[in-house]
């Protein structure tokens, strides 16, 4: 049986300055900000620039829209040459399709891309298009948005293991966070310094001596909340090994769901059923 794969992602609803003296047609304070994030995210998805790009042609089709999860189908033109009979070509329009699921309560916060490289090479090029798309509706109510991809804990700990003893580098790139469903994993210390600096995102460097090598080990608190938190969509981490050039980072290993490509021809809110109950 035919199936598709699709990407985890997850956003995070970030103030875009905590120290704002609020907004005239809009939140108060940041509190009041932090507390209508979703709201306000989801006003943003009804807007009609989503997914809209100024390189490439796309049609959005809003399918669901049910409480806090919305289903669509994003076609994206990708012209191509058709050979003719007269041995010569003619360019001819080509919209291949994917879904997009967004799950937008507070506590959720994601966002699962179909993979069809006819439609985008990765699916984080579609995350990374929607992202883009939400930044002028959202910054009107004094909002960003950053969404990274989910992988398996499980792979940053096998990375260690294998190259044990080669470390040198380590790099946690967090979001900061504004979700205490995966934030907890995070030291207090880190989380209230990374928004009393009023910062979006941060970089945590662990680098040992040339001749030496980082040792990480898992009954670290502090490394395995980095590492948690950075699993759940909360960053990345790129890792430098000894003699090697090219980092190794965790967003080349996303997290991923099937479905059957027979359930995805059926109806939409059947579809967006299957998503949500793949996607808990």
Known sequence: MAKSRFHLFRYQL????????????????????????NELFSAALRAPTLFKSERTEVN???????????????????????????????PADHWPKIWVAIWNHPDKQLIAVQHRTQ?????????RLLMKSLEEPLSRHQLVAAAE???EEKVFWDLVDKHKGRIKKVEFELVTPNMASISKALPDDLRSFAK???AVKSTLSLESDPESALVLEKSDEVVEGLASYTSEGGGNVSISLAGIKKKISTSTTVKEIEVAD????GDADAVAEILKSLMK
């Open 149 to 151: 991809p989910l992988f």
């Open 14 to 37: 970030l103030p875009r300055d905590r120290y704002f003296q609020g907004d005239l047609y809009g939140p108060n304070s940041v509190d009041e900000l932090i507390k209508q994030k």
């Open 119 to 127: 439609a985008f090479q990765k699916p984080i090029a579609a995350a």
């Open 196 to 198: 009393r600096t009023n």
């Open 60 to 90: 959005v089709q809003k399918l669901v829209d049910s409480d806090d999860f919305f289903l669509y189908r994003i076609a994206v033109n990708r012209s191509v040459n058709l050979e003719t009979k007269d041995f010569g070509s003619r």
């Open 262 to 265: 027979a359930k995805l021809e």
